[in-house]
């Protein structure tokens, strides 16, 4: 195996990155780090999150910059606030002992003065989040014709929240003479078109296969009745005492409800979702990472960028539409050498799903049955005894009160001391599983089984709109999907664009020429108003209830609707 120093890492690096921890490079730094000191133009490289990435190009990019230089050299884009952070922090320790090196963090939801004022002192090396980046550029207060390389960090992500149009604004700007580095977990085929267009002779990387799940991960599954989901979460929590972990929802209400009910059954849970404040989501952050939280619930887009490396249990209450997601979700856990376990939570219509992953991640899903109450006590049991044995008693501090506990005790034998410590601590526990029915597990049917591997039952369910909207939800129809290019984030910016006042957006279904959204009842008439009679281009915009229309021929430009309004308020629609 390698040494940083083999690798050709300076010396004031190498001491940085020792008192940290380093002691020899990960895959993903063995391969990147050589490339990017030999000057390698462009590079890709595949790699999940928590392999070691961001020291991989860092560490490069800290020692090739020209301190005496005083304007941006590197720029490395990322999807969120939280990981933009997290890269300026690590570049940062790894350059504690490089003098006069200037790094600055550039995001959103904080103080634009401030980023310009220290814009206007000079800087080596911008960590940006696109929005704000371009809203920088556009005010003329950061000139990017000096960067001489690019970096796109989690580049899958960025294209999965819609910034596809900000990333070819923002490398309109850039020399063209310069490298480019793009790290993402997966290659889909719009990371393709990015390597297409900007690109020369790339060198591809892969540590692992491509797509491919990371492998100090298991995953296991579940599958309970639809209704038992919430039951299956708090057993499967109490199975693991020392769970750290992230429990990912598809909506934001469903995100709040659960986060809620873990609350009120006395777990240390907390959500991040949407449709908090910034403010609220730096403070829930702040708790999960200080072990305040043992729990965080949260959505795919909320989560995004969130760079924990000892969480140890993903879970999954439900699968993801986009399978891609999935290894995002799970990449959460087993990071920096660490293992980790993702669980799903699934009824037996994901059934199909499971053996779709499978195939994407090249990994075999363990199927588990639900903990019974007497194997849960005994584990929580247990794992009392172990912090017994292992606490740091303060001999000084105890000492004076000693002989009046004891006291206090005499009468009891050791025997009976242990058993009132045990039931002082698992009274309800134990009492709550000797009532608790155990969770029935549904029967699968061999024939549903074959359906669902080939994907029909869930895709009629979805294409003819009959699938049923979450209670409180109205689910609608709109005439665009896949094939235009649209996302989940791009659709819900632009129904937020268009129609006043914020709308929370619950479950979206992207289908090839078409797509279904979930939001509030009392909202469903108001966002059908607002798109009556609009164009998109030359194309009639037809929103709808869903349950009104019906499937549109396969082959025929028909969409639901016959109203087809008048043409004073075409736009078009951005991606």
């Keep these: 195996m390698s040494t940083f120093q083999e690798l050709g890492v300076m010396p004031e690096i190498q001491q940085a990155i020792t008192e940290l921890g380093f002691e020899q490079p990960m895959p993903v730094q063995t391969e990147v780090i050589p490339q990017l000191l030999a000057n390698t133009r462009d590079i890709i490289a595949l790699a999940q999150t ?20 005083l304007s941006p050299q590197t720029l490395i884009l990322c999807p969120t606030r939280e990981l933009c952070l997290q890269i300026a922090g690590d570049l940062t320790d790894y350059s504690t002992y ?37 809203d920088l550029i556009k005010r003329k207060t950061v000139s990017l014709s000096n960067v001489h390389t690019m970096v796109l960090d989690e580049a899958d992500e960025m294209l999965n929240m819609g910034f596809s149009e900000d990333i070819d604004e923002i490398l309109s700007y ?10 993402s977990a997966t290659m889909p085929k719009e990371i393709e078109k990015i390597t297409r267009k900007y690109m020369q002779d790339p060198k591809e990387i892969t540590i692992g296969r491509k797509n491919e799940g990371a492998q100090s991960v298991r995953h296991i599954y579940y599958m309970v009745h639809a209704k038992d989901k919430y039951l299956a979460l708090k057993r499967i929590v109490d199975y693991y005492p020392n769970i750290y972990g992230i429990v990912f929802c598809r909506t934001r209400k469903e995100t709040q409800e659960i986060a809620d009910k873990l609350l009120q059954d006395g777990y240390d849970a907390d959500s991040l979702h949407g449709d908090l404040s910034q403010a609220q989501r730096d403070f829930v952050m702040g708790k999960y990472r200080n072990h305040n939280l043992q729990l965080l619930v949260a959505t795919d887009v909320a989560a995004r960028g969130l760079d924990v490396d000892d969480v140890t249990h993903i879970v999954n209450f439900g699968l993801p539409d986009d399978f891609e997601i999935y290894t995002h979700r799970s990449g959460r856990t087993g990071r920096a050498g660490k293992t980790g376990t993702s669980i799903s939570i699934i009824h037996t219509k994901e059934k199909g799903k499971v053996t779709q992953i499978e195939k994407l991640i090249n990994k075999k899903f363990e199927k588990r049955e639900i903990p019974k109450g007497d194997v849960i006590c005994e584990k929580q049991l247990f794992n009392f005894v172990d912090k017994i044995e292992k606490v740091k008693v303060n001999e000084a501090e105890i000492e004076r009160l000693l002989p009046s506990i004891f006291r206090k005790l005499e009468w009891l034998e050791k025997e009976d001391i242990i058993k009132r410590i045990v039931s002082l601590e698992f009274n309800r526990l134990i009492e709550y599983y000797q009532q608790a029915e155990e969770i029935e597990e549904p029967q699968e049917s061999s024939r549903r089984n074959r359906e669902e591997s080939r994907g029909k039952r869930g895709d009629n369910r979805q ?16 005439n665009v999907g896949k094939m235009d290019g649209v996302n ?43 798109f009556r009679g609009m164009y998109i281009e030359d194309r009639k915009l037809v929103v709808q209830l869903a349950q009104e229309g019906e499937r549109p021929e396969k082959g025929k430009k028909k969409f639901f609707g016959n109203d087809y309004g008048n043409k004073s308020k075409k736009k078009k629609f951005r991606y």
Excluded: W
């Design 98 to 134: 490089v003098k006069d090196i200037k790094i600055l963090p550039v995001y959103g939801g904080s103080s634009i003065e401030s980023q310009i004022r220290t814009l206007k002192r000079g800087v080596h090396i911008i960590v940006a989040t696109p929005g704000r980046l371009i």
């Design 463 to 478: 294409e003819n709109g009959a699938r049923k909207p979450e209670k409180g939800y109205a689910r609608l129809f709109i």
């Design 174 to 183: 850039l020399p063209q003479e310069r490298s480019m580095l793009l790290f």
């Design 488 to 530: 989940p984030a791009s659709l819900m910016g632009f129904i937020n664009d268009n129609v006043k006042g914020k709308v929370p957006i619950g479950r979206i279904d992207l289908m090839k020429s078409f797509s279904f959204f979930e939001v509030p009842e009392e909202l469903a008439g108001k966002i059908v108003n607002t």
């Design 50 to 69: 928590g392999t070691g990435k961001t020291a991989a190009f860092g560490i490069p990019i800290i020692q090739k910059t020209d301190v005496k230089h």
